[in-house]
């Protein structure tokens, strides 16, 4: 009796009977934003606001053509500028001298007070300062005046300014001098994350501080770098559409409101536009995708070979701590 006890008492239980949880709540959230698509799709398709075959045919044509060239070269030699001076401001900011630490907060902190369109309509009227540009000696007229000199002139050559602040320049200027501000920052984030052992190892070895910026920090920063600067990169993009209040005519905003305001149809030529913006961040979507991968080559790889030697230390009958100490 008390064998058959034991064995009622030890029988398997039932199998539980698992029950999926359920989530109303998605399912009202697929049908709303279905709604929404639906109701967007139709607005798209049935309004005549938009026209789309004017703006299909105007889009394309040789004046839009030559905007989108502009933009693209305007966010070219902005970056060009932004990066390159961004590089040596933020290196001015990690330096030990308080000179350059403080022209350096100094210029990031007015070009990164003051909005683009201002600073982009400022450079366009830069004109009213200098009739002329020229390069020579500071102050030659004065130290002439000084020593009992008149007409005294120490000047090399010259240009009007009217000639070279073109819309373009001063845009480029404007885009190229406010981008540099925000690309210091991120390379100085950038070469901050960069282990000080890198350094120390680097000056072992006899390496000048030249030498360990572009060979040991620089190399290891990018992983760092590169996202924001892909973020940068397509902000700037945008942004060259503000310098069609310099204003710059070989831009793709300001040929395709040219174009608006000329046939009355502002709102489609509003939507190439958006669409035309659209085309272009993809593009530049793409290649931060494939830098990111480049710069990213190696990371994480410690972590996952550590991983597969544990896993081989398990089984041939060791212990992991072993596998963390080699």
Not at 80 to 92: D, E, F, H, K, S
Not at 172 to 197: N, P, T
């Amino acid at each position: 009796m008390s064998v058959e006890s034991d064995t009622s008492e030890r029988a398997r239980p039932e199998p539980i009977q698992a029950v999926p949880v359920r989530h109303p709540g998605r399912w009202v959230a697929v049908a709303v934003i279905g709604v929404l698509v639906a109701m967007f799709v139709h607005l798209l398709v049935t309004n005549k606001a938009f026209n789309w075959s004017f703006m299909v045919d105007e889009m394309f044509r040789p004046p839009i053509m030559e905007g989108v060239r502009g933009s693209i070269a305007l966010l070219l030699t902005a970056m060009l500028i932004g990066i390159g001076l961004g590089v040596v401001i933020a290196i001015m900011r990690l330096s030990e001298n308080p000179v350059l630490r403080g022209v350096a907060w100094a210029y990031t902190w007015f070009f990164r007070a003051v909005p683009r369109l201002v600073l982009a309509i400022l450079f366009g009227n830069l004109g009213i300062l200098w009739a002329r540009i020229e390069f020579g000696l500071p102050f030659d007229r004065q130290i002439g005046a000084l020593f009992g000199v008149d007409d005294f002139e120490a000047r090399l050559f010259g240009f009007s300014a009217v000639d070279i602040l073109t819309g373009f320049v001063a845009g480029m200027l404007a885009l190229g001098l406010s981008e540099a501000a925000y690309m210091a920052e991120i390379v100085r984030a950038g070469i901050q994350s960069v282990d000080e052992g890198q350094t120390e190892a680097a000056q072992a070895l006899g390496l000048k501080r030249g030498q360990i910026l572009r060979r040991i920090v620089l190399p290891q920063a990018m992983r760092v770098i590169v996202p924001p600067t892909g973020n940068e990169t397509i902000a700037m993009l945008k942004d060259t559409s503000l310098v069609a209040f310099v204003p710059v005519s070989m831009e793709l905003f300001f040929q395709l409101r040219a174009v608006g305001s000329r046939t009355f149809q502002v709102f489609p030529m509003l939507v190439a536009a958006t669409i035309w913006y659209l085309l272009l961040t993809s593009v530049l979507l793409v290649g931060q995708y494939y830098l990111e991968r480049h710069f990213s080559k190696g990371v994480g790889r410690s972590v996952r070979a550590k991983t597969k030697l544990r896993g081989i230390a398990a089984e041939s009958g060791g212990t992991t701590g072993k596998v963390d100490g080699a």
